[in-house]
């Protein structure tokens, strides 16, 4: 069974740092590109970080650019979403995805986790 699931979620202070893991079982995650997404309270479903299979090519919105850091251990098949200097607008759900061929910052992937909360308050 095919099954991506997201852990490391969170209440943390501002300025504070977490790190998202995503586990896959049922499928090696060498082979796809993931996503870490994520949804706040009334607000549409946003790319976060990306990374590529292979060349391990990143990306990052410019609201976390310079504060996350994304990274994958092919032999763990685990993706990890280093997250620091965290501010309130960084809560949310955070899924990661999977998608086989290149990553997208549009969220058609193929496997979904279930989400982990992050929530940043004093």
């Known amino acids: 069974q095919v099954q991506l699931v997201e852990s490391g979620g969170g209440l943390v202070q501002p300025g504070g740092s977490l790190r998202l893991s995503c586990a896959a079982s049922g499928f090696t995650l060498d082979y796809y590109a993931i996503g870490w997404f994520r949804q706040a309270p009334g607000k549409e479903r946003e790319g976060v970080s990306c990374i590529s299979s292979g060349d391990g090519a990143t990306y990052y919105a410019d609201s976390v650019k310079g504060r996350f850091t994304i990274s994958r251990d092919n032999a763990k098949n685990t993706v990890y979403l280093q997250m620091n200097s965290l501010k309130p607008e960084d809560t949310a759900v955070y899924y990661c995805?999977?998608?086989?061929?290149?990553?997208?910052?549009?969220?058609?992937?193929?496997?979904w986790g279930q989400g982990t909360q992050v929530t940043v308050s004093s």
């Open positions: 995805a999977a998608r086989g061929g290149g990553y997208s910052t549009a969220d058609d992937y193929d496997y």
